[in-house]
């Protein structure tokens, strides 16, 4: 019988077992998505979604805490600075197993425990439609057209207005007013060179 009988030991002793759940839930941490066998991804999702329920909070104390169960410093960094800030809407069920068949050895029954929110393929997100889309088939072409045409007219108007600037520039350099003007001073200055 089996009563209060809680913790699956895996075949191992104590310190083994701590020892290789700390790693696996390091190694599903970085890569996202572990294979391993049923027994072990049943006993790693009750070890590793604790860690990530502490790691919503980001306080000093929380930090230590996860540190001490999975040694690692880098993982611990990467949980709070890019897992926790994904999972902060979910209440619990951070994991997902899914089974794999059998291994060819020992025809141990296999799985894949991956974290839920960094699955493109079963999420929500990825499924919503960003663009409405209309039953006149048409209408975007007739879209497209007008606006390139409004946009061709644009670049029309703003070269005429260039091309008025430019004359209306070379207009003013060339008026009699100004040529008089000149000669004046270029008159001025011969003289003011005969005087020295």
């Given at each position: 019988m089996r009563h209060g009988n809680k913790v699956n030991h895996l075949g191992r002793k104590t310190g083994h077992r701590k020892a290789m759940l700390s790693n696996?839930?390091?190694?599903?941490?970085e890569h996202k998505r572990i294979t391993t066998t049923i027994a072990k991804a049943k006993t790693l999702r009750v070890f590793v979604e604790p860690i990530l329920t502490k790691a919503k909070t980001d306080s000093t104390h929380s930090r230590?805490?996860?540190?001490?169960y999975l040694q690692n410093k880098d993982v611990v960094t990467e949980l709070f600075r890019e897992?926790?800030?994904?999972?902060?809407?979910r209440n619990g069920g951070y994991t997902r197993i899914?089974?794999?068949g059998y291994r060819l050895g020992d025809n141990a029954e296999m799985c894949m425990i991956e974290l839920v929110d960094f699955n493109e393929l079963y999420s929500n997100e990825s499924s919503k439609k960003t663009t409405r889309r209309s039953r006149r088939g048409g209408s975007t072409a007739k879209k497209t057209e007008s606006t390139v045409e409004v946009s061709n007219e644009t670049n029309e108007v703003e070269e005429a207005v260039q091309d008025a600037v430019v004359v209306e520039e070379t207009t003013e350099?060339?008026?009699?007013?100004?040529?008089?003007?000149?000669?004046?001073?270029?008159s001025t200055e011969e003289s003011n060179q005969e005087d020295k």
């Open positions: 696996m839930a390091c190694s599903l941490i230590r805490v996860v540190f001490s897992i926790a800030p994904k999972i902060a809407e899914i089974r794999t350099e060339t008026t009699p007013e100004s040529n008089e003007n000149s000669s004046e001073d270029d």
